[in-house]
């Protein structure tokens, strides 16, 4: 079992930057692949990034690469969605995920989910 915790969404304008954290506790952080998903209203729930339990060759979706990136702290229990250049249609709830699978296979553990807009 594992227990994930999101924070750092928020309320950005456009060109701006957030972070998100996801803490996991439970059984070893180490374990599992780690993924960003993101819903937007009227929207189907959307892998962004993920990342693998060695943390090689992270995966982001073509509508994110070269503005997020994903990352992971072993020492923390954490893995991280750096958000840069963000644009209105960014606007989503964002969920962290783990899964013993690949990158872009099944997630078991799913957090509460953090509200990121992005709006002038």
């Known amino acids: 079992q594992v227990q994930l915790v999101e924070s750092g969404g928020g309320l950005v304008r456009p060109g701006g930057s957030l972070r998100l954290s996801c803490v996991a506790s439970?059984?070893?952080?180490?374990?599992?692949?780690m993924g960003w998903f993101r819903q937007a209203p009227g929207k189907e729930r959307e892998l962004i990034a993920a990342i693998s339990r060695t943390a090689y060759f992270p995966y982001h979706a073509d509508s994110v690469k070269g503005r997020f990136t994903i990352s992971r702290d072993y020492t923390k229990n954490t893995v991280d969605l750096q958000m840069n250049s963000l644009k209105p249609e960014d606007t989503a709830v964002y969920y962290c995920?783990?899964?013993?699978?690949?990158?872009?296979?099944?997630?078991?553990?799913w957090g509460q989910g953090t509200q990121v807009t992005v709006s002038s």
């Open positions: 995920a783990a899964g013993l699978g690949s990158l872009k296979g099944e997630y078991d553990y």
């Open positions: 439970g059984r070893a952080f180490s374990a599992y692949t």
